[in-house]
């Protein structure tokens, strides 16, 4: 009798059903390993959701988990500066920034937010500035802020020189006052290094001066942090702050002078004055928080 070749049950086709079986495992470690790493999706940056909890940090209650998936959330999100309807595009800084904030440059596509910056000449109708550059802006303040915590999110910095791009932290409410701030990654000639990012805080000392604990450049000193992908990260803890790339500790500050009050996220990208960088985007894969104070227990 001849052996049919192939049939479950004969030596041949054992083989062959053991080789699909193990084909289909390493298949599914392969897709696991792709939305672990973050690039699974539609877009570069999409990622497969926020662990149960932080990567550093004793917080586990995660009160934003932003993954840019859909149309932008208005109840999470404002375009512009203010607090919506109430909204405006000046610069956080027009002494040292060119950059009118247009909602019409604020954009989720792929799933990603993507702030657009490029030249073009504006009016500014609070106030009558003109700025020759217009850009993206969104913050968190319709949220109420958190305090205490720790916060990432995974950014794209454009290659391109003479922007300023940022993901900051301001107080609740909205406008009500300022310092205290803390910069969680920023890249500017005007505060630090524009190719890697810097980390500080500002507050008033007992005078009412202004102070700040930095700039503190961080990140691998020979590596040029723009035009890929990496995750800024801040531990927010009573007297400390501390900031993370792609996992990796950085610069400490310590004192009274942390901030103590709730604050709101901004991530925005304005240009600096005198430059002329040709149009970009800053990508933003996803925002995260984990908080044990957010929203109304925060204040």
Do not use: C
């Amino acid at each position: 009798m001849v052996e049919e070749q192939g049939r479950a049950g004969t030596p041949r086709g054992r083989i062959v059903a053991a080789v699909v079986a193990l084909l289909a495992v390493v298949a599914l470690l392969v897709t696991v390993t792709t939305l672990r790493d973050g690039q699974g999706g539609t877009g570069d940056g999409a990622t497969a959701g926020a662990p149960a909890s932080p990567p550093v940090g004793s917080y586990r209650t995660l009160v934003l988990d932003e993954d840019f998936d859909g149309p932008l959330d208005r109840s999470r999100w404002a375009d512009q500066r203010g607090n919506p309807p109430h909204t405006y595009g000046s610069p956080f800084n027009p002494t040292k920034e060119n950059t009118y904030f247009d909602p019409d440059q604020v954009d989720v596509r792929d799933g990603n937010l993507v702030l657009r910056a490029e030249p073009r000449r504006v009016t500014d109708p609070l106030g009558g500035a003109t700025y020759d550059f217009v850009s993206g802006v969104v913050h968190s303040g319709p949220t109420g802020g958190f305090r205490y915590g720790y916060t990432e999110a995974r950014i794209l910095i454009p290659a391109e020189a003479g922007y300023w791009p940022a993901f900051w932290m301001l107080p609740s409410p909205v406008d009500g006052q300022w310092p205290p701030e803390i910069d969680i990654a920023e890249f500017s000639s005007v505060v630090a290094t524009t190719t890697r990012p810097s980390f500080n805080v500002h507050w008033r000392d007992e005078k009412g001066d202004h102070r700040q604990a930095g700039p503190a450049p961080y990140g691998r000193p020979d590596a040029d942090h723009r035009g890929g992908w990496h995750t800024y990260g801040l531990l927010w803890e009573p007297g400390r702050a501390q900031v993370f790339v792609d996992g990796t500790p950085g610069p400490v500050f310590e004192g009274d002078h942390i901030p103590a009050q709730p604050m709101y996220i901004v991530l925005g990208m304005g240009v600096v004055r005198g430059q002329q960088p040709p149009a970009a985007d800053m990508l933003v894969d996803y925002v995260r928080v984990w908080s044990d104070e957010a929203g109304d227990q925060a204040h």
